[in-house]
């Protein structure tokens, strides 16, 4: 791989001109001639029963155009994987901000108003909040029939050998999953030792700065105009079409900014309703979330109670792990595009472990459903595997990172969960990360450090396609169907193609295409975009170059095979050439301009490589107060080829301050089953003042299976920071805290408790 | 009803506006002006920074009748023609944003930092842009954007 022009050069974002000046457009920016508002009364109960619902005086209000209680609407559920959500509530609201009526109004004031003048009488249920009582024989059943929802196959690619069952005869059990390898009893009966411990990890939201937004408006023809903040147009195309029962080919989902997406914007969050209100009122419609509406009920990371069991020989090698992970799936499990919470596949952490059970169960409750965020599940999981192994070196005496070297996966060892990889690179990225923090220096009092390690696959699931087109000006433009969350998916492509045809990123336009227009892409999600959009770009790249090669034969009367692009060159071995723009004059002279190819890729499966990410946190704690201060942070990552240093170092870098938020400031808290930190001043995302000095170490080998051999960055740097800062506050004062965030007070009283036992 | 007059980027705007309609309200939908965002909707995250004569204010919590008579600044203001302020160019070249929402709210504030104190510290920078929240960036490259600009290190 010689010669590499646009890969591995940093490249601004190919959108930047239009972010930069306000012209991008994101869906609440979208508004068409005679559109109402839509806005919705939202239930105060976490578990009620709807008696009665007098909408009357709010339909009378001047400026009201539709209002709908969900007995007016089709009896449908919708979802991303498991259908079990209504549109609106029709008999039960099952948490505090369920949907209950909507409006549409001619601006959101009168809408907000007519809100103010409906009357909904509740009969209240008990209720559940805590998943592990959910569990329990006594606990009010949060769904009647749960056997009557629907879902698709469980694809088997996200299975990694597991068994997976929805709706087991467990009280409010959405779905559980066993993943076993090994022989358990035979491990734990090597095990010298067993350490079980518990964590707690509350619920955080993804914290994107715009709040779901949706446009409706429906053509005389029945042709259905969607705008919304989802980040798989193609997808929420699909969901759309099943939750209205008509064709796909009936709706469009139109290009728009996606305002950060971070896992959760991949649902259909109000369009349906949205719809609905479009329907009735006969007019546009557009209903955009407060960001207390996003608190109270968007789809914020599940909270989860994880309880770890692992056996371990006298010489600090594990034999045995037993996981027992629970996720609290809160009302509704439609927020999650799979079966179960996929982070739960890491219970074992990138160690060998070689006798494995991992049970992964979704447990309703009465609270705001939860959906997907940033490498979902695993930074629950990872919080509890690396907190838990640094508890397990110190009762047995070692040095954290020595414990880890003893287990780490090396080349040639399945994966707990029995994957064989290639290029493993674990040892070394950990290496990394201890040298680049001198994990064995001194420290002064109160100052200390901790590790945490991770590793995630590049994502290989789902087809993606993209067409590159060449005009007789020679420019060239790639449709994507695709939509670009901000993490630089356009640029990759830009430069993927600049790369192959050998010409400037410059010359190379991105083109969100709507989905009447674009070829089907699932978009951006599970660290797939890189590879497998990036693959079939680059089809379509060298489909188009070979088409130009041969079209440039024939203009210097040769055969292709004689020709060869050089430096931006089509050049013959006797000195003839000529350039692009020349070749493409002369192609429309010809009749053959524009020139188009498409490329496609599909994966097959799972793709044998993992990345790894080796974190060291250093922190200082006040003693007085338990005041944690993280000064510093290392994150080592093992990389394949870099195509775009700049938005690679971004996703690092924004990865590693979502995971510092999780650590000490965020948390999503609920009280009686409703969200009470309801605004962005009380919900607390990390500021410019929060972040610490950070070093980011890249460990490279040349192998992935994207484009160049790349792999995937996006979900790595913020799952293990929160275990990096627990075990750093442990190394600091001896305090150990197993449940998220690690403010002050808790390590306050963590002090004060060893205060007491001394 | 009340009638305003103001200068928004520099033209002259009259408008009649019910008394409770916010700045971010007027700037969007009255005036199209929709480079403006609204993230939090209560003057914490910084989305909706506009500058009020200059000075950086959360438009999602001005009332527009305020800004009676004064100049306001948006984001639509700050290249000229085809040439990007130097921020937008930083922004651009040090990878200041990614998903874009919260950068016209960064610009903004920014540019104020930068009108008033032209070479500020890595503190200074950090400390005036804690009010705008971005959750995609981490804010080093944010960071990094700014003190371009401030080291001349940004062709506009």
Known sequence: ???????????????????????????????????????????????????????????????????????????????????????????????????????????????????????????????????????????????????????????????????????????????????????????????????????????????????????????????????????????????????LGVPEDRIRVNPVSIGGDFGGKGSLMDSVLCYYLAQHSGRPVKMVMTYTEELMAGNPRHAAALTLRTGVTRDGQMTARQAKLVFNCGAYGAFTPLHTVHGGVHAGGPYRVPHIEIACLRVYTNTVPAGHMRAPGAPQTIFAVESHMDMIAHELGLDPLEFRLRNVLAEGDPSPLGEHWQHIRCKETLLAAAQAARWSTEKPPHVGRGLGMYDREPGAFGPSSATLSIDADAKLTLLTGAADTGTGSYTVLQQVVAEELQVPLEAVMIIQ?????????????????????????????RELKQALITLAAQRLGCVPEQVQLQAGHFVVADGHSLDLAMLMAWAAEQGAAPLSRTGSYLPTGPVAITCFCAQVAEVEVDPETGQVQLRKLVTAHDVGTVINPLTHQGQIEGGVVQGIGQALTEHLLVQDGAVTTLHLGDYKLPTALDIPELTTVLVETKAGPAPYAGKAVGELSNVAVPAAVANAVFDAVGVRLTELPITAERVYAGLRAQEGRQ | MRTIRLQVNGQPVVREIPDNRLLVDFLRYDLDLTGTKEGCSVGVCGACTVLLDGQPVSSCIVLAVIVDGCEVTTIEGLAQGDRFHPLQQAFIEYGGFQCGICTPGQIMAAKALLDGNPYPSKEEIQTWMMGNLCRCTGYYKIIESIQAVAKGKVAP
């Open chain 1, 513 to 541: 295409g709507d989905t009447d227009t674009a070829t089907f892409e699932v978009g951006a999600g599970g660290s797939r975009f890189t590879h497998t959009a990036g693959l079939a770009t680059l089809t379509a790249a």
């Open chain 1, 1 to 243: 791989m010689a010669n590499l022009v646009s890969i591995g050069q940093p490249a601004g974002h190919v959108e930047g001109p239009a972010k930069v000046t306000g012209r991008a457009l994101y869906t609440a920016d979208v508004t068409l001639p005679g559109m109402l508002w839509g806005k919705c009364l939202r239930s105060p109960f976490p578990h009620a029963r709807l008696l009665s619902i007098d909408v009357s005086q709010a339909r009378q209000l001047s400026g009201v155009h539709a209002v709908l209680t969900g007995v007016e609407l089709p009896e449908v559920r919708i979802g991303r994987f498991l259908l079990d959500i209504p549109v609106l509530a029709r008999d039960r609201v099952r948490f505090v901000g369920e949907k209950v009526v909507a409006i549409a109004a001619e601006s959101p004031d009168i809408a907000e108003e007519a809100l103010t003048l409906i009357d909904v009488q509740y009969e209240e249920l008990p209720a559940v909040f805590d998943p592990l009582e959910a569990l329990q024989e006594h606990a009010p059943r949060i769904h009647e029939h749960p056997d009557s929802y629907t879902h698709p196959p469980i694809p088997e690619a996200f299975l990694h050998g597991g068994v997976a069952e929805f709706f087991p005869s467990i009280p409010n059990v959405v779905s559980q999953v066993f993943y076993r390898h090994g022989d358990l009893g035979a491990g734990f009966a090597q095990a010298d030792r067993v350490f079980e411990h518990t964590f707690f990890v509350p619920s955080v939201h993804q914290g994107y700065i715009e709040p779901h937004a949706c446009v409706v408006s429906i053509e005389p023809s029945g042709k259905i105009n969607v705008w919304l903040s989802d980040k798989t147009p193609f997808i929420a195309r699909s969901q759309f079409a099943a939750a």
